[in-house]
Structures are given as C-alpha cells and as structure tokens.
C-alpha cells in the first residue's frame, strides 16, 4: 500500500442520531408485503427493520456517510457484509435512538475492484428505557476509480 | 430437526421494480442503480435495475421465520455477493450447522434462480423465545 496516498481519516466519527426513529405499522406491513409474507399480528416489525431502522436514524444520509469519506454516491458504493445482533425484538410504533460511529475506512487494492476503500460502521438501537435492542456493524465497498 | 438438515425454501418470483421504489422510500436512499435502468447501463451493470441488498435480506428472514416459526432470530451475519435485478425469481435456502434445546445455526444463502448467489451467511436462532 506504499504507493497509494492515505484514505481519509474517517475513523471515530459520531453517527449519533438526533431524532427518534419509529417502525410505521403501515410502512412495516408494505414492507412485509413487499417481500410475500404476511406482518405479525403481535406488533413485532421485521427483523430487516435492524438495516433500515439504523441507517435512517443516524446521523447523516448515506449520501453524507460516503462524504464524510470523501467518496461521492454516484461512484457506487456496494454493500459487503452486515452482521446484527439481536436483544430485544423490534416493535412498530416505538421510538428508537440510532448511536454509533464509524469504526475503519480501510485503502486496499481488489483484483475485481481496483483500489477500494473499505468501510465499516458500528450502530446500534436504543429504546426510550436507554436499553440497546441490538446493533450491527456494516461493510461498504467504496471503489476508488481515480486511483485505478 | 437434526445438524445437517435443509431448512425449507423460500422462493420470491420476479422481483418487481415498483418494490425497489417502495424500498427506497423505507431505506430513504434513492441511489439511481434501484430506480433508473439507464443509470445501471452507466455503470456497466446491465440494463436491469438492482434490488436492495436488504430486500435481498429480507427474503432470507422470511425463510428463517417459516423454518423456525416460534423462534426469534438473535444474530445474522451477512455477505453481500452479488447482484438481484428486476424480474428476477430467488430462492432462499440454508442447512442447520448446529443445534440444541435453546438455539439453532445456521449458514443461509440466497440465489437468483438458474443464476449465481446473491449472499450467504449464518444465523443463529433461539428456540425458547429468550428474546422479549
């Protein structure tokens, strides 16, 4: 990795949310619908919900996300990995906070990519009791097509 | 229900493009590739709109929800490998790796029908609702 210039120093930055994020029951049932499966009828949301919950209660758009790595949207960005972990279920009509940060912005050389920076972001959901309901921790692919 | 069992497939026929707009609406990330065909052919990525990776997720859940109906998911880890496109059919699928009286894994994977996968993984189940 000599030869490559440093990717930016993203590192620790807040993803902190500043606004609640609740599950719409109806939203959620289109969701489900949309995937051929019927919502519960016990007010439990589905578990993709872990995703979407998290990234539109952080802190910034994932427009702002791919920014703060000095890499624009229309480049491509590509989800790698994802890895959840589950305390409580979710549930529409609750009121979640988004806290996390960004945990690596990684430069690497892909034989199928080229140079890439690679991504990784720690978020979790809290309740209003203060308790985590679970987090993740997501990989990005931001291919560097000007250091090809 | 043994180690090395099958779970029961999921199958979603043709994904449809109206969908990928709603789930840019849930996901509020209106990224072109998921609405525009013109905008995949730009980047080289064919002339088919490309689905959300965790709408891609979101039928491997399904699967696991039929395949451990009074379950809870507690963890999923998750590798995106490749693209589903517009009028695709996939089928979700996995085979338990282990298993005792409190909690289930296993790998999962989802793959477009007669083409390549599109993610793979692991989860893990708990049997005895220890999740609230």
New interface residues.
């Given amino acids: 990795m000599e030869d490559l210039p440093p990717p930016p120093d993203a590192a620790g930055l807040s993803l902190d949310g500043s606004e609640t994020y609740t599950i719409d029951p109806a939203e959620n049932a289109r969701l489900c619908r949309s995937t051929g499966v019927e919502p519960a009828a016990d007010g439990t949301a589905h578990p993709i919900y872990y995703y979407i919950a998290t990234q539109v209660g952080m802190g910034k758009t994932v427009a702002g996300l791919c920014a703060a790595c000095d890499f624009d949207i229309d480049d491509g960005p590509m989800m790698v990995g994802s890895q959840a972990s589950f305390t409580h279920l979710l549930r529409v009509g609750t009121p979640y906070r988004v806290r996390g940060s960004i945990v690596s912005l990684t430069r690497k050389r892909s034989r199928k990519l080229g140079v890439m920076d690679l991504l990784e972001y720690r978020l979790a959901l809290v309740d209003e009791n203060g308790e985590e309901a679970l987090a993740c921790t997501n990989t990005w692919a931001l291919p560097r097509k000007e250091l090809a | 229900m043994k180690v090395g069992d099958p779970l029961p497939t ?1 199958t ?1 026929d043709r994904v ?1 493009p109206d ?1 990928m707009r ?2 840019a609406t ?4 209106d ?1 072109p ?1 998921h609405l525009d065909p013109a905008a995949v052919a730009a ?1 080289g990525l064919g002339d088919r709109v490309i689905n959300q ?3 891609n ?3 491997v ?2 699967m696991l ?1 039929t395949a451990f109906p009074s379950g ?9 490998l490749g693209n589903v496109r517009a009028e695709d059919s996939v089928i979700a699928g996995g085979t338990i790796t282990s298993l005792n009286a409190d909690e289930a894994a296993c790998d999962f994977e989802l793959r477009v029908v007669d083409g390549e996968p599109a993610l793979a993984g692991t989860a893990t189940i708990a049997l005895n609702q220890q ?2």
Avoid: C, E
């Fill in positions: 999921f979603h449809s969908a709603d789930w849930f996901l509020r990330d990224n590739i980047l990776g965790p709408a997720l979101a039928y859940i399904n929800h809870t998911i507690t963890a999923l880890s998750t590798r995106f999740v609230s």
